[in-house]
């Protein structure tokens, strides 16, 4: 098949393209045909928002069979000339001279006609609803901002690992975890009675990753810097807009590191991101802005400009109780700060994104630094208007006793991270790290109120789909 150009090519290049034969492949987004003969053809092929308009002579009998059968949905390979076009909000059109139908489309049942249709409608047909307008830029900023994470640190010298994703250790401690295995298995040859204990495929339990962090620690204290960058997953039986159940993260581990500059390189991560959406994915933004969140360009700028603010969770506290706001979750020393009350600390105090650092030690895991206070650990939450949490850190705990201190107050098996704690007798130095959850990015970049539009394939309680 002769290789056809982007789209979106053609329009970011169109002087360079004009009065030029080209050949495009893609899918019809709508056709419209004229009483003087004439259809005009909306094609798509995913590389940018805007369709190219077709012009087809219905009168030309090379085109003639082929036009008959171009619906809504339908894959077309067209070669034509590229010109002016007088229609509004398109500078450029191909007039067709030969067009070929790759792959029809039912007219009656494809399900995707000229009309908005709702994000609930759009999750049952997950096949199809990257041709749609929005799904599409989505996937199209996602892709952009991934390849800016890695830009980010193989810049400043970080070391890209694969940390596993089948692990026997649960990072944040909370049991929420999908435990591996297969069905059957015995460990021994057919025949033999199961050994006790070997009915496990791995001859122990395991887990699918909640964190690549306790594996990225171990090449921070060997390669200096590193990050990992992949899936992640967690049992937790939640339905809000916020969760999923499979989710990828970001998680830079740096030795030599405190919580201060842990929080300085996590500010500048998510500038970076910022601006690399507000330079490259102007389009799409633009739509986002005008469907989605009309203030997104003035929120995102702000991001990019404006330091962010930092205060204690003992501060943050006094504050939301200090606003007298009615919450649904009480404000207290001691409980967890909810989504309401990070939007509030983001959007009503400071509207502007909060770093919180020092919680107190019983909120947070067991690889936490202890501060010299003995009540609070140098972690730290940063919060953005519209999404709330979207990075998560801390200094680590880098001695040995107040890790085994930390590890029995939380009931932390130690047979199972000795390991870990061996990381602390040979060579131990302060490091840090944190986490950022790509779909959590994404939404704030876009303004999409819920988690699974930002996604390819939700996976949530009940769904697990494709």
Not at 61 to 73: D, K
Not at 318 to 335: A, D, I, T
Not at 365 to 378: C, K, L, S
Request: with cysteine.
């Amino acid at each position: 098949m002769e290789k056809g150009e982007r789209i979106g090519s053609l329009f970011r290049d169109d002087q360079k393209y004009l009065n030029k034969e080209v050949r495009v492949n893609g899918w019809v987004r709508t056709r419209r045909d004229s009483r003087a003969g004439v259809s005009f053809i909306e094609l798509n092929d995913g590389s940018c928002l805007k369709s190219l308009q077709l012009v087809v002579d219905f009168h030309d009998p090379s085109l003639q069979e082929t036009l008959t059968r171009v619906t809504t949905g339908c894959s077309l390979s067209v070669k034509g000339q590229v010109v002016p076009s007088p229609g509004k909000g398109q500078s450029i059109e191909l007039h067709a001279r030969e067009m070929t139908l790759l792959g029809e489309a039912d007219p009656a049942g494809y399900p995707l006609q000229k009309k908005r249709h709702s994000f609930e409608f759009l999750r049952q047909i997950a096949h199809l609803r990257p041709r749609t307008n929005t799904l599409g830029a989505v996937a199209r900023v996602r892709s952009r901002i991934s390849h800016a994470i890695h830009q980010f640190f193989q810049e400043r010298h970080f070391f890209y690992i694969q940390t596993p994703i089948i692990t026997a250790s649960d990072c944040e401690g909370a049991g929420e975890v999908f435990q591996v295995t297969a069905p059957g298995f015995s460990g021994e040859p057919a025949g033999r009675e199961e050994p006790a204990g070997k009915g496990e495929f791995f001859g122990k339990p395991a887990y699918l990753t909640v964190s690549g962090q306790l594996q990225a620690e171990i090449y921070a204290l060997a390669l200096g810097k590193v990050y990992t960058f992949g899936p992640t997953f967690r049992a937790e039986n939640s339905n809000t807009s916020r969760h999923l159940a499979e989710f990828w993260m970001v998680e830079p581990e740096m030795a030599f590191c405190d919580l201060a500059e842990d929080l300085r390189v996590a500010e500048e991560f998510i500038r970076h991101l910022v601006e690399v959406v507000l330079r490259d994915c102007a389009e799409d933004l633009d739509f986002f802005t005008r469907f989605v969140e009309s203030s997104l360009p003035q929120v995102l700028e702000q991001v990019h400009r404006e330091p962010f603010e930092v205060i204690t969770y003992t501060e943050a506290v006094h504050l939301l109780k200090k606003s007298r706001e009615s919450f649904v979750y009480p404000v207290q020393w001691g409980n967890d700060l909810q989504a309401e009350h990070e939007r509030h600390l983001t959007e009503n105090i400071f509207k502007k994104p909060v770093a919180v650092i020092h919680f107190p030690r019983s909120l947070k895991p067991f690889y936490m630094r202890v501060n010299d206070d003995g009540e609070t650990v140098a972690a730290m939450d940063i919060l953005v208007p519209g999404t709330g949490e979207i990075i998560g850190g801390s200094q680590r705990e880098e001695r040995t006793e107040v890790l085994l201190e930390q590890m029995q107050r939380k009931l932390v098996p130690r047979e199972s991270y000795e390991w870990y704690v061996d990381l602390r007798r040979y060579g131990s130095v302060p490091h840090s790290g944190f986490g950022l959850g790509l779909e959590r990015l994404v939404q704030f970049v876009t303004g999409l109120p819920n988690i699974r539009e930002v996604i390819p394939f939700p996976r949530t309680p009940g769904h697990a789909d494709f």
